[in-house]
DNA sequence: CGCAGACATCGACGATCGTCAATATCGACA
DNA sequence: TGTCGATATTGACGATCGTCGATGTCTGCG
């Protein structure tokens, strides 16, 4: 119960562009859940890292030099970003693999984003 | 020095898409202040009332309401709003209006997003 | 089997956050 | 001038967050 997964959130969007009419109290918390993981410095590097890294994908040994943070740190925002729907996690042999779940960013920016359309 | 005005953040896009290239620290930490102004459920439905209000502006008395919180603390919500460049604060006479800050919202979406573009 | 390495989990710490009641500030109006 | 009403500020509280070191778990390899 503590940080209960809501896969749902970020991968379909919640609700109309947030500016159309006044959000309900459910849909405006599933979405602050999904911003509140994208709200911190270092999970927004992060997320980049992994974006930018060759194959799109990353394990936490490429990402814990980069961002200047102990393992046990990235691994715990990793989670977050997992949790949050926003990054998937692929275990090979030893090593995770973090890669952006596809529309994920794209349905939190279509959410906020509004005369951006058209 | 507590919360240091950042108008910056939100009205001008701060940076490339965030999934081209890995966002340097300071990117990252202007892009999460503006999130993290978002990240809350109460502020996000306070946005969406002023934006679906009457000519695009509310006052504090129409927002106490609806969102059924004292108003200091929807003052306050209002203030961080601010703050992030999301929202204008106009006081005319007894009342204070607020109103959504016309690109603020897309510039956001604009860095998050990606492939929502074309 | 036993070791080494990659990653996750746990427990703890200071810091920040959301909320409230109480109080201060400021404009309108009699 | 003095009062009323709308809003802002202050101070305090419990709750959550970001970080770490220590430790647990699992895989590959000799």
Known sequence: MTTAL???AA???CCAP???APLDPQDAE???RTLKALADPTRLRLLSLVAAHE???ACVCDLTDPVGLSQPTVSHHLKVLVDAGLLTRDKRG??????????ALDAVAAV????LRR
Request: net charge negative.
């Open 11 to 13: 991968t379909q969007a």
């Open 112 to 115: 906020l984003g509004t005369q």
């Open 94 to 103: 030893v090593w995770a693999y973090y890669a952006l779940v596809p529309g």
């Open 30 to 32: 599933a979405l602050a």
């Open 18 to 20: 947030l500016v159309a």
């Open 55 to 57: 194959g799109g994908e």
């Open 6 to 8: 809501h896969t749902t």
